[in-house]
């Protein structure tokens, strides 16, 4: 028979099985938030970035970039990091060619001042010991050499933007010379901030994103295989 005793330690160990239960949850639920606004703070910080930098170099987005792209990432290890033109020659030519970009033409019209890309979200993604148990190896690693390039570009940019200060004001449209801003921004930053977005939509699904539209563009551009 079952005494009081074994009644009330029958009762204690469901109670500890229970507790245990919702402690887990609280703590998985708590992990999905986390990694949710990890994963949207960062892709709307690069999609801002390449809307900024497109306006700025390229009249006309080419709708092939994303699934020319794309497919650099099907046989990609997934502690690798992603092609870059700095890579070597042949890797710069082919990336080059794939978004019909001239690297020799160093200009952009005269303006007073222009912006610089951010890595904020970026940077704290990095400094934080969550970020990298909740987002793939790859992607983490990744985030790191687009963090530096972009202090790079935005070290590059100041030198542009200070030169600029100091000319006399030019007839508006007059190209100047970028003093290595434009060709540093695409060695650097401008595949890698692609590659990365690319790779999100690849590591996650569809609910995780606030912006399921840019989900569902970049998604689309994959499918369809230019």
Excluded at 55 to 72: A, G, H, P, Q, T
Excluded at 81 to 91: G, H, M, R
Excluded at 98 to 112: E, F, K
Aim: with cysteine.
């Amino acid at each position: 028979m079952c005494t009081i005793v074994d009644v009330l330690s029958i009762i204690a160990s469901i109670t500890t099985v229970i507790a245990l239960g919702i402690a887990l949850w609280q703590y998985c639920a708590v992990r999905s938030v986390q990694k949710k606004a990890f994963l949207n703070a960062i892709f709307d910080e690069i999609k801002h970035n390449l809307n900024i930098r497109r306006s700025l170099f390229f009249n006309i987005e080419s709708n092939v970039e994303y699934s020319k792209l794309n497919k650099l990432m099907d046989d990609l290890p997934m502690n690798a990091a992603y092609d870059n033109p700095t890579d070597s020659q042949k890797k710069k030519f082919e990336l080059y060619k794939m978004l019909n970009i001239d690297p020799s033409n160093d200009l952009l019209p005269y303006a007073t001042k222009y912006l610089p890309i951010n890595n904020n979200s970026i940077k704290t993604a990095l400094s934080s010991g969550l970020a990298h148990r909740l987002l793939p190896d790859r992607i983490i690693l990744n985030l790191g050499h687009l963090n530096y390039a972009i202090d790079r570009n935005r070290i590059r940019l100041e030198s542009f933007n200070d030169l600029l200060d100091k000319m006399n004001i030019p007839p508006s449209g007059t190209m100047v010379p970028t003093m290595g801003f434009l060709s540093d921004y695409l060695d650097w930053v401008h595949f890698r901030t692609y590659f990365v977005l690319i790779d999100m939509v690849y590591s996650f699904k569809r609910r995780e994103f606030v912006d399921k539209s840019e989900y569902d563009r970049i998604k689309s551009l994959y499918e369809k295989k230019i």
